[in-house]
């Protein structure tokens, strides 16, 4: 079982940048592929980016490819999302998520087995 906390969302202008973070629960964390969605109003759940269980692998969105970087800290039970040049159409609440085996990188939310409650960032122009 993991439990997941997102921190970090807010206001921002567009150009700004953000870093949210989510701490697991759990001494098996490093066991676990993570992974960013995001949920716009009167829209689908949508991927972001996901990172493997070691960090080695990454995998983006091709909407926040260059923009955004996912990073973990095993040692702190902690992955991370930097969004920089955020813009409007970054606005959603955003979700962390967990899938196990760790190897595998994915980019649908069914493969994901456990989710925190998500954090709201919002880009005004």
């Known amino acids: 079982q993991v439990q997941l906390v997102e921190s970090g969302g807010g206001l921002v202008q567009a150009g700004g940048s953000l870093r949210l973070s989510c701490a697991a629960s759990?001494?098996?964390?490093?066991?676990?592929?993570m992974g960013w969605f995001r949920q716009a109003p009167g829209r689908e759940r949508e991927f972001v980016a996901a990172?493997?269980?070691?960090?080695?692998?990454?995998y983006y969105a091709d909407s926040v490819q260059g923009r955004f970087t996912i990073s973990r800290d095993n040692a702190k039970n902690t992955v991370y999302l930097q969004m920089n040049s955020l813009k409007p159409e970054d606005t959603a609440v955003y979700y962390c998520?967990?899938?196990?085996?760790?190897?595998?990188?994915?980019?649908?939310?069914?493969?994901?087995?456990?989710w925190g409650q998500g954090t709201q960032v919002t880009v005004s122009s």
């Open positions: 998520a967990a899938r196990f085996p760790g190897t595998v990188v994915a980019g649908t939310a069914e493969d994901y087995d456990y």
């Open positions: 759990g001494r098996t964390f490093s066991s676990y592929a």
């Open positions: 990172i493997s269980w070691s960090g080695g692998s990454t």
